[in-house]
């Protein structure tokens, strides 16, 4: 009984080590890709940061976040379809049979990047009411937006034009854009989570855990023999 407590607290240690481990990782990633609109094109920094976050989920052997991951892109381009025509920086973003790339990734790497802050936080109320899970994302999806829209708009002065002449938020004076847009903005995160949650993809720490416990287990087995 007393080395069942142990392994279980070893392998408890281990995880939450591993797991803190992981959510510095991500924030440092997200932070990166942020400074980097002030060095390099925007819209550069946003694709090549998409492609990097496949090597950078097997890196860090959460490769089942992929399938979110795709979630995230798949929203994306469905809010590019249906306001394809909101868009036009004052920067000169890659643009491809009337699609902007710019928001077109943006919008699927900050998806990705809050459900994954999201998911760390998880097991802390993994029992509790869907209404409850969804209360939580929202509560870092929204200040996450709206923390973004205004440092890419005050600081690296990435600006639509196309919607310029509307009057942007009260307490941030950024997202320029017609109420339906910016209602819209505030809308999309929620929708991604209930389409993550309708699917029920398990949680890429789930294997994690396993894998260390698998580890733990290995060597306890070794220092009794």
């Known amino acids: 009984m007393v080395v069942l407590k142990s392994l279980k607290k070893e392998v408890e240690y281990r995880f939450n080590l591993l797991r803190r481990s992981l959510l510095f990782l991500d924030i440092t990633f997200s932070v990166i890709i942020l400074l980097f609109f ?4 925007p819209d550069y ?5 998409y492609f990097l976050v496949i090597p950078y989920l097997f890196f860090t052997h959460r490769r089942s976040f992929l399938y979110q991951f795709i979630i995230a892109s798949g929203v994306s381009l469905i809010w590019m379809f249906i306001a394809k025509g909101v ?7 890659i643009t491809i049979l009337g699609f902007n790339l710019f928001p077109l990734f943006s919008w699927a790497i900050g998806l990705s990047i809050v459900q994954i802050i999201y998911l760390y936080y998880e097991p802390l109320f993994k029992n509790k009411h869907f209404s409850y899970k969804l209360l939580v994302f929202v509560t870092l999806y929204w200040p996450i937006l709206i923390f973004v829209e205004t440092v890419a708009y005050h600081i690296f002065h990435i600006q639509n034009l196309a919607t310029a002449k509307y ?3 009260i307490f941030c004076n950024c997202i320029h854009a017609p109420t339906w847009v910016q ?3 505030f809308l999309i995160g929620p929708i991604f989570f209930i389409i993550c949650s309708i ?19 290995k060597y306890y087995s070794k220092d009794k023999l």
């Open 38 to 41: 002030g060095i390099f094109r």
């Open 45 to 49: 920094v946003v694709i090549t940061a």
């Open 87 to 93: 868009y036009n920086y004052n920067y000169n973003f």
């Open 167 to 169: 009057t942007g938020l």
């Open 183 to 185: 209602i819209s903005y």
């Open 199 to 217: 699917i029920n993809f398990k949680s890429p720490y789930s294997k994690i855990y396993r894998q260390i416990k698998q580890t733990v287990n």
